[in-house]
Nanobody, 120 residues
């Protein structure tokens, strides 16, 4: 199993920047994808950005150009750099990891989330 711990959230002003971190522990050797999701109150959880072990990166249209997802040296840590923050970015941000390369072994893991609030 994999445990995920997010950090870096907080209260930010519009136009500000922050970096979210997600540290994976446990059976991290077979993680093939890590991603950031966010959930705005009253809305469904949505993908923000993802990165695979092969280096493929995807961004949601709403954050493209303002966010950068990257992996740490051990590739068991993922970061989300967010710039030009908007009030619409206010949400709980969750880290997700996907492990396994067969249908039978694929597992999805979620962190507990970190609150990001963008307000003046």
């Amino acid at each position: 199993q994999v445990q995920l711990v997010e950090s870096g959230g907080g209260l930010m002003q519009p136009g500000g920047s922050l970096r979210l971190s997600c540290a994976a522990s446990g059976s991290t050797f077979d993680i093939n994808t890590m991603a950031w999701y966010r959930q705005i109150p009253g809305k469904e959880r949505e993908l923000v950005a993802s990165i695979t072990s092969r280096g493929y990166i995807n961004y949601a249209a709403s954050v493209k150009g303002r966010c950068t997802i990257s992996r740490g040296n051990a590739e068991s840590t993922v970061y989300l750099q967010m710039n030009s923050l908007k009030p619409e970015d206010t949400a709980v941000y969750y880290c997700k990891a996907v492990s396994g390369f067969t249908v039978e072994n694929i597992r999805h893991y979620w962190g507990q989330g970190t609150q990001v609030t963008v307000s003046s």
